[in-house]
């Protein structure tokens, strides 16, 4: 029998930390491709991409944005690239799928269901700040709904059904599974599935083991072969969940959007450092690490050769 493989996603920045949480945070595009082809070169299969502003850090979903530094990253490495259409709370679905829509990635991400997304208990551990927005958007988190109805779910859905992408389907409770078999079932999303469970989000499902097995069972009971799964720990429960997901037949993704740390009271030096901590779980359960080409291979992708940059 070959050796299972295990994809290895890595999301590079994200719009969750803010610039002064840690210094490692890539912000301009010459820091996002650094990390993302580091990450790359340490063993990750697929690449998650979101924009910051250069000089404040803030999120930035405009197409000029991204297209500083998707064709670098391109050009740098064979890794799959993931387009955010989650972008930040406080966007539109227009504005979050705008870059997507303009690239064409091979994948991009889809958030399936509106949510209380709470960041403000940051504010507790972090006193001051580089920049003036930062503790206000963390603080406005405590009375705000990240969006994504079933409107807004089909607009991003039928948006770029001719471009070929395929999604990150990121799932942070069981009612997401819910609502993405209600898409599966009206034939508006086409297997494989690749379904990124969320833990450990405020608003969303817990990290006790129980909550990853009950997430697992419910996905398997919906979609049976017709996805492929993958887990998505937050902060200190990223390894600890990449190791119970990997041990169970899961995929993983790790990151400085996930987690900034790489164990107690130590500040990851890049993303890179949390895939090669990812690779040697892996590993040490006697798997094989996805190439870049597998991921194509496992998600059905179009390849490279098909996006817009």
């Not at 799959?80 to 990635?105: H, L, Y």
Request: charged letters at 20%; glycine letters at 10%.
């Amino acid at each position: 029998m070959p050796t299972r493989k295990v994809i290895i996603t890595c999301a590079v920045t994200g719009a969750i930390h803010t610039p002064s949480m840690s210094p490692h945070l890539p912000v301009t595009p010459d820091e996002i491709v650094d990390a993302a082809v580091g990450a790359a070169e340490a063993g990750a299969a697929i690449v998650h991409l979101h924009a910051r502003h250069p000089q404040t850090g803030r999120p930035d979903q405009s197409p000029e944005a991204f297209g500083r530094f998707l064709p670098r990253i391109k050009q740098a490495t064979k890794a799959v690239i993931n387009i955010t259409t989650g972008g930040a709370p406080f966007m539109t679905v227009q504005e979050r799928v705008k870059p997507a829509e303009t690239f064409k990635p091979e994948v991009a991400s889809l958030n399936m269901g509106s949510m209380n997304f709470g960041l403000f208990p940051m504010l507790e551990r972090y006193k001051s700040f580089k920049h003036d927005w930062e503790a206000p958007a963390l603080e406005a988190s405590r009375d705000l709904i990240f969006r994504n109805t079933f409107k807004d779910i089909e607009f991003v859905l039928r948006t770029l059904s001719d471009s070929g992408t395929r999604f990150e389907f990121e799932c942070y409770d069981v009612g997401h599974l819910y609502n993405l078999a209600h898409f599966l079932g009206r034939g508006l999303v086409k297997p494989p599935l690749f379904v990124q469970t969320v833990f450990g989000i405020l608003g969303g499902i817990g990290t006790h083991p129980e909550d990853v097995m009950h997430m697992r069972r419910t996905a398997d009971r919906l979609f049976g072969d017709q996805y492929k799964w993958s887990v998505l720990g937050a902060g200190r429960n990223q390894m600890p969940i990449a190791a119970m997901a990997a041990a169970m037949g899961g995929n993983v993704r790790v990151g400085l959007e996930d987690s900034l740390w790489s164990g107690p009271g130590k500040l990851a030096a890049s993303s890179a450092e949390q895939v090669r901590m990812a690779q040697q779980i892996i590993q040490g359960l006697g798997l094989d690490i996805a190439t870049p080409d597998d991921a194509r291979e496992i998600l059905s992708l179009k390849g490279a050769d098909r996006v817009n940059f």
